[in-house]
């Protein structure tokens, strides 16, 4: 009987030791189950995190960017506005142009009566005063008679050969041009020597 309760004893005990093997694997087991699920989820988490650091970078250019062509709208608005004022009175300078050529024809008649040398005077004076205020608005008259021929304020309608005159020289103004600042507003019809 010694023996049989030996035996009892040893398979209790083995059962008890393989109940705790077990138990012990079946513990490893779900500590490999949660590391591996903490493990999948922290996977997650860096996913999410490099979506979410991808997405801020992107919104950040995004801003950028607008930002950028908010301020490339404000400058262009800005040189827009100061063109607008700087040239203002162009349109009003284009109108009348024709008037002060007309004056200047005027102008150059040659009388004899003393009526009309007053008439005439009084021309001269208020063809003055409109290029004073022509003047003041930053109008004035292209030089051209002696001066090197120039495409961007000269307008060449004839040419000539004339040995008094340098090579592509302007010999004779037919019609007056003018700048308003630093834009041409009616470039000078000229004779130009060869």
Do not use: C, W
């Not at 860096?46 to 995004?62: S, W």
């Not at 063109?83 to 004056?103: C, G, M, T, W």
């Not at 008679?145 to 961007?152: A, E, I, L, W, Y």
């Amino acid at each position: 009987m010694e023996k049989e309760q030996r035996t009892y004893d040893e398979t209790v005990q083995q059962q008890n030791e393989d109940a705790q093997s077990d138990q012990a694997q079946e513990e490893q087991m779900q500590s490999e189950e949660v590391q591996q699920e903490e493990k999948d989820e922290l996977a997650l988490a860096y996913e999410k995190i490099a979506q979410l650091e991808a997405k801020l970078a992107e919104t950040e250019n995004r801003f950028l960017r607008l930002h950028a062509d908010f301020d490339n709208y404000r400058r262009r608005v800005r040189l827009d506005m100061e063109a607008a004022e700087k040239y203002r009175a162009q349109s009003l300078v284009s109108d009348l142009l024709p008037i002060l050529d007309n004056f200047e024809r005027a102008l150059q008649v040659q009388v004899e009566d003393e009526k009309a040398k007053s008439l005439l005077q009084g021309m001269e004076m208020v063809y003055r005063s409109l290029i004073e205020a022509l003047k003041k608005e930053g109008v004035e008259a292209i030089e051209s008679v002696g001066k090197p021929f120039d495409p961007h304020v000269h307008q060449a309608v004839m040419q000539v050969d004339d040995q008094n005159y340098e090579p592509n020289t302007v010999v004779e103004e037919f019609q007056k041009g003018y700048k308003l600042k630093d834009r041409v507003i009616r470039p000078a019809m000229v004779k130009v020597n060869q």
